[in-house]
């Protein structure tokens, strides 16, 4: 039995009940109630990126700095409000990646540890467009660049279309790398990866970045969920511990999965199988391609919405910040169509509530366009990025 790190198992242990398949909701969604929204405002915090489609932070590091990944193959820093030059980035991959269409520079995370060991990790597409993860060391005589002489590949994905990549990296709770891959594009899943368990592709996989370090060896990746279309965004409840994924649809649905912090710890242990979440059997709560399917042996999403209500789900955070306490819990997503960015919480019985528009009371004028992600920096607050070249906060209004 693989061991399972103290951290996940409290977490899993002392967790709320975790969200559950929800009855289908209005649509769209009512807005943000006006008791709420009065305390809320977004500030826009730099523009002139190129592209930018995540935005982390390196744990202890003492500057706070926010990095911010720019799909044409830079990570520039941010730090109060001042933005890196992209003349001098902290990383420079722009000739090794693949821009086209969904392709790109699309996640990187930093070690747990990195005060101590300067490690990072970026996802990308290459020149071939294939899925490569690789190992970077911050330089130790210079801070704010990337040693590029400290490369190392993790993992290597052949992808057989131009689209769903997936893209994000996220460290758990456990210390280990968790990498979301979709199916490998085109449309409907063609090549079967979603519910073939010797495919990589459609999975979520989990990395331990030390495993093969002395050797040069790339780990090897378990699979810890199967059945993903195209997982874009996810992240963990840093309360709870579970993991949130939102899942692209194709035709019809977009949906927001929940693998439950103590669903995760047994299938690490091997006490269970991974959940299927059913791509390409289902699309959403509803049977794709076929009027009736098996439903057995699937994990149906907690929440969906239709294309009348977007196009494409942008994921997000749990709301874990201090500066808006009555956000606390609300997991927060957009649709990168429509630009709106909606909330929703689960309640002690696992039942989804509270979910909201905030829009027009987010964003009166209409700013945002193309949410390309959701980033959170070292205490909890959440950042709102747009592939046009800006990064707004969350932030307490001063009207309230």
């Known amino acids: 039995m693989q061991h399972w790190s103290t951290a996940i198992l409290a977490l899993a242990t002392l967790a709320t009940t975790a969200c559950r398949t929800a009855e289908p909701a209005p649509r769209p969604p009512p807005r943000v109630p006006a008791e709420v929204a009065r305390g809320v405002t977004l500030t826009r915090i730099v523009d002139g990126l190129e592209k930018p489609v995540a935005l982390t932070f390196a744990p202890g590091d003492s500057r706070q700095r926010l990095f911010v990944v720019e799909k044409v193959g830079r990570v520039r820093t941010l730090v109060d ?32 540890d990195f005060a101590r060991t300067r490690r990072l990790y970026v996802n990308l597409t290459d020149v071939k467009g294939d899925t490569r993860v690789l190992e970077f060391q911050a330089r130790a005589d210079d801070p704010d660049h990337v040693d590029p002489a400290s490369e190392r590949e993790l993992l290597f994905v052949d992808q057989p279309h131009l689209n769903h990549n997936g893209g994000d ?67 963990f409840d840093r309360a709870t511990g579970d993991l949130w994924i939102a899942d692209v649809g194709q035709d019809l649905y977009e949906e927001i999965d929940v ?5 995760l710890a047994a299938v690490i242990a091997r006490d269970e199988t991974p959940p299927n979440f059913g791509w390409n059997v289902m699309e959403g709560r509803h049977c794709y391609g076929a009027r009736n399917c098996t439903q057995d042996g699937l994990v149906l999403p907690i929440f969906e919405y239709g294309h009348d209500d977007g196009c494409s789900i942008t994921g997000g955070f749990v709301y874990r910040g201090r500066a808006l306490p009555t956000l606390a819990g609300a997991y927060f997503y957009a649709d990168y169509c429509t630009a709106i960015v909606r909330s929703l919480r689960c309640d002690v019985s696992g039942a989804v509530r509270d979910s909201w528009e905030w829009r027009p009371a987010l964003d009166p004028e209409s700013r945002l366009s193309n949410i390309s992600s959701f980033g959170e920096d070292a205490d909890g607050e959440l950042y709102v990025l747009s592939l046009e070249g800006a990064i707004y906060r969350l932030d307490p209004s001063s009207d309230h």
């Open 259 to 263: 693998l439950p912090a103590a669903t």
């Open 81 to 112: 409000g001042r933005l890196q030059p992209a003349t001098a980035p902290f990383l420079d991959l722009g000739g090794r990646v693949s821009t086209w269409t969904e392709q790109g520079l699309l996640g990187l995370a930093f070690h747990p």
């Open 169 to 235: 990296l996220v460290f758990g709770p456990d210390g280990k790398l968790y990498v979301g891959l979709g199916d490998g594009g085109s449309a409907g899943d063609p090549h079967g990866n979603g519910q073939n368990d010797r495919a990589l592709l459609a999975k979520m996989l989990r990395l331990d970045v030390d495993e093969g370090r002395a050797s040069g060896a790339r780990p090897r990746p378990v699979i810890v969920a199967k059945g993903l279309r195209n997982p874009w965004r996810y992240s």
